[in-house]
């Protein structure tokens, strides 16, 4: 179900969102104008692994699953909660996913079209390096994870310290 909400409440939430955050009131109003506003029921797709992406999503609330696999015999590599975007692969060339990713509980998300959030940050080069730095930070984060997790199941415990670069093991 889609609905139309105020552009200055979407600003105000995407103040506090992993990708948005520390932009301009003028760049959050900008994005928030892509916005809409959907709810997804429980066990909805919101995107298929090996599909074309084609919408930016940003967790109000409810739960996200994120699996990698066939859906007989996926593997969950994490849950998506408020305050999240997803995927970023919408934002690589090509936009292909890397995961499937499912609704667990009722969500409440704003989605935004690839198509017309790639247009913003051609036409505003501030707002498109902003979001490109942020979904670095964030696949950076993804990855120490996941190496991390990786080493702990093969039985050799890392330590990965925050204040390294580029998350060396």
Do not use: K
């Not at 959050?28 to 066990?43: H, K, M, N, V």
């Not at 797709?45 to 994120?66: N, S």
């Not at 934002?91 to 790639?118: G, S, Y």
Request: a negative charge; hydrophobic letters at 40%; charged letters at 25%.
């Amino acid at each position: 179900m889609v609905y139309r909400t105020n552009v200055s409440f979407i600003s105000n939430f995407l103040r506090e969102v992993d990708m948005f955050s520390g932009l301009s009131e003028r760049n959050l109003d900008r994005i928030a104008s892509l916005c809409e506003e959907y709810t997804f029921a429980p066990g909805e797709h919101l995107g298929m692994q090996d599909e074309r992406g084609t919408r930016l999503y940003i967790m109000r609330d409810g739960e996200i699953e994120v699996t990698v696999g066939s859906q007989d015999t996926g593997v969950v590599v994490r849950t998506v909660r408020g305050r999240e975007t997803f995927p970023i692969a919408v934002l690589m060339e090509p936009p292909i996913l890397v995961t499937t990713t499912q609704a667990v509980t009722e969500v409440n998300a704003f989605v935004i079209p690839r198509v017309r959030l790639m247009e913003l940050c051609e036409l505003e080069p501030e707002i498109g390096m902003h979001i490109y730095r942020s979904s670095c930070g964030i696949i950076m984060n993804r990855y120490r994870y996941t190496l991390a997790m990786l080493s702990d199941s093969a039985g050799h415990p890392t330590r990965l310290n925050p204040v390294w670069r580029g998350a060396e093991v």
